[in-house]
C-alpha cells in the first residue's frame, strides 16, 4: 500500500514536472516571432551562449534577451572522451535545447547568417533581420572532417578509422579500441587552434590502458602524431605527460601532421612539419583522427572577425575592439588561450561585469581576463592530471596539492562531478569559475609546485 502511494505520487510528480516543462517549452518558442529589436542578442546557444543568456535574463527581464541558435540539440562534448573509452554512453551528453534556453530568452531558432555591427542588426538564414542594442558573439568553432583528404571515405568504409569529435561518430570509437588486436594504433592531432588540445591524447591513454587490460598491448605499438612540437603547450604539464608517455612506451612523433588516409592500403600519410615537403606513410589497424577546426564561413565572413577568422576582442576586458556594444565568448573568439568550457567559465564572470556596467553606463574594464583554462588530462581508467593554466602559461591549481600528478580523485572530478556541474550551474550561468575557490584553497598549500 505505502509502495503503491509512493509510486503514486511519484508519477504525479512526473506528470507536474513534464507539463511545467511543457509550459516552459511554449514560453520560450518564439522562433519565428522575434521581436525587432532585443536589448542583447546572443549568438550561439552552446556552452558559452546559455551560460551569458542566463546571467542577462536575470540583469536585464524577460523578453529583453535572445538567443539565434539553430540546432536542436545541445551537446557537452567535454563527455565524448569519456565516451570514446567506454566509460559513459554518448547518448548521456546531448539535450534538447528547448529544455536548456533559459525562460524568459527568446530563442531565434535560426542561423545568424549576415553581421552589420554598424547598424546593430543581423540578417537571418531565413530572410528576418534581428536588431540589438549590445550582442555577445558565442558561435563555438567548426570541426572539418573535409580537412583530411580521404577521412570520410576511410570513416565511411573502415570501421577501424574513427574520430570522436561528433556526437553520431563517437559511438564508434570504443567498438574501434574493442577490436584491436595489434598493430599500429594511430592518434592524430591537426594544426592548432582547435578546441581542448589535452582530449585527442587523452583517447589515446584510455585505448592503451584498454589494450594493456586486454592483453593486446605487446601485439603492436601506439603513436601519438602530433603536429606541435611538444606532448603539451605547458611545461609543467607536458614534463608530467612525457614521464607517462615513456612509462607507457608510446611512440611520439612531433611536428608530424596527418594529410591524407588511403584506407584501402589501410595506410596514414603524413606530412613532416620540420621538413617541408617530405611525406611518409604508417600502416594502421587503428586510426583515430582529430579533425582540424576552423571559425564558421558566416563568422569569418563578418566585420567582427581579425584576419585569422575569430572574433576579435581585447584580450583582457572580452569587449570587441571596433565595435564597443559587442562582446565574445569561448571558442569563437581569438583570445590566446586553449579553448575550453573551462576558460568559458572563467570568460563568462568577466563577461558579465564588463557587458554589464557597459549597460548601466558604468566602465566596462572593471574586470580583466587572466586566461584561465584547464584540461582534465586523463591518462587511463582512474587516472587524470588536472592542468590548470593562464595566458602566460603559468601553473593557476586550484586544489592544494601538486596537480601535475596522475590522481584517481581528478577522475572522477572529470568524469562524474564536471557533468553534473555543467548541467546544474554552467548553462544556467551559476559558474564562473573556480578562482574564488583556488584563493581560499591555496591558502594551505606550501610549496606544492
Ligand atoms: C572531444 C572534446 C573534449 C573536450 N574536453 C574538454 C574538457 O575536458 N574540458 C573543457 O573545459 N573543455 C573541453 N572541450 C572543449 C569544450 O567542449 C568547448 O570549448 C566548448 O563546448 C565550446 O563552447 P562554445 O559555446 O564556445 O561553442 P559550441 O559548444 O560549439 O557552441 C556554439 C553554438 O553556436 C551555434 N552556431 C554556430 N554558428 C552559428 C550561427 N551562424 N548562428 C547561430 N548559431 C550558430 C552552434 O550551433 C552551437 O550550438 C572538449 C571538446 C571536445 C570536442
Avoid at 503503491?4 to 511519484?10: A, C, D
Avoid at 534581428?130 to 573535409?146: E, S
Avoid at 556596467?357 to 566596462?364: E, R
Amino acid at each position: 500500500m505505502l509502495a503503491e502511494t509512493k509510486l503514486l505520487s511519484l508519477s504525479k510528480s512526473k506528470f507536474l514536472f513534464n507539463n511545467i516543462i511543457l509550459l516552459r517549452n511554449i514560453s520560450i518558442s518564439t522562433a519565428n516571432n522575434a521581436k525587432d529589436n532585443y536589448k542583447l542578442v546572443v549568438v550561439g546557444g552552446g556552452g558559452a551562449g546559455l551560460n551569458i543568456s542566463s546571467r542577462f535574463v536575470r540583469k536585464l527581464g524577460k523578453t529583453n534577451v535572445a538567443i539565434i541558435e539553430p540546432s536542436e540539440w545541445h551537446l557537452y562534448q567535454p563527455g565524448w572522451t569519456l565516451a570514446a573509452g567506454g566509460v559513459k554512453n554518448p547518448d548521456s551528453f546531448r539535450r534538447p535545447q528547448s529544455k536548456l534556453i533559459p525562460s524568459g530568452v527568446d530563442w531565434i531558432k535560426a542561423k545568424a547568417s549576415v553581421f552589420e555591427p554598424e547598424s546593430n542588426s543581423i540578417t537571418l538564414d531565413n530572410g528576418e533581420k534581428v536588431k540589438y542594442d549590445y550582442l555577445v558573439m558565442a558561435t563555438g568553432i567548426r570541426i572539418d572532417f573535409d580537412g583530411v583528404k580521404g577521412l570520410k571515405e576511410a570513416m565511411a568504409n573502415d570501421e577501424q578509422v574513427v574520430s570522436m569529435y561528433s556526437h553520431e561518430t563517437v559511438k564508434n570509437v570504443f567498438p574501434a579500441i574493442q577490436r584491436y588486436k595489434g598493430g599500429n594504433a594511430i592518434f592524430t592531432f591537426p594544426k592548432v587552434p582547435i578546441k581542448c588540445p589535452g582530449a585527442p591524447q587523452k583517447v589515446m591513454y584510455l585505448a592503451e590502458d584498454y589494450f594493456r587490460k586486454n592483453g593486446v598491448r605487446d601485439k603492436g605499438d601506439v603513436y601519438y602524431c602530433t603536429t606541435i612540437p611538444a606532448i603539451f603547450g605547458v611545461k609543467k604539464y607536458a614534463e608530467a605527460l612525457m614521464e607517462v608517455v615513456k612509462k607507457r612506451e608510446i611512440k611520439l612523433n612531433t611536428l608530424t601532421h596527418l594529410i591524407e588516409i588511403d584506407y584501402k592500403n589501410k595506410q596514414a600519410v603524413f606530412e613532416k612539419l620540420d621538413k617541408p615537403g617530405t611525406t611518409f606513410r604508417l600502416d594502421y589497424s587503428l586510426l583515430h583522427v582529430c579533425p582540424p577546426m576552423k571559425p564558421f564561413d558566416e563568422i569569418k565572413n563578418s566585420p567582427l572577425v581579425d584576419e585569422t577568422g575569430y572574433v576579435d576582442l581585447d584580450k583582457y576586458t572580452l569587449q570587441h575592439k571596433k565595435y564597443p556594444n559587442v562582446f565574445g565568448i569561448g571558442d569563437c573568439t581569438n583570445l590566446p588561450t586553449s579553448k575550453t568550457a573551462a576558460a568559458i567559465a572563467a570568460e563568462s564572470s568577466i563577461l558579465a561585469t564588463n557587458l554589464g556596467n557597459l549597460i548601466k553606463g558604468k566602465n566596462p574594464s572593471e574586470a580583466k581576463y587572466d586566461g584561465y583554462t584547464s584540461c582534465p588530462l586523463i591518462t587511463g581508467y582512474g587516472k587524470t592530471i588536472l592542468a590548470e593554466f593562464d595566458y602566460d602559461g603559468k601553473p593557476l591549481e586550484t586544489f592544494p596539492i601538486n596537480q601535475g600528478k596522475e590522481r584517481r580523485t581528478m577522475f572522477h572530478l572529470k568524469s562524474d562531478f564536471m557533468p553534473i556541474l555543467y548541467w546544474t550551474a554552467f548553462v544556467r550561468g551559476y559558474w564562473g569559475g573556480p578562482g574564488i575557490y583556488r584563493k581560499i584553497l591555496n591558502i594551505f598549500s606550501f610549496g606544492k609546485n
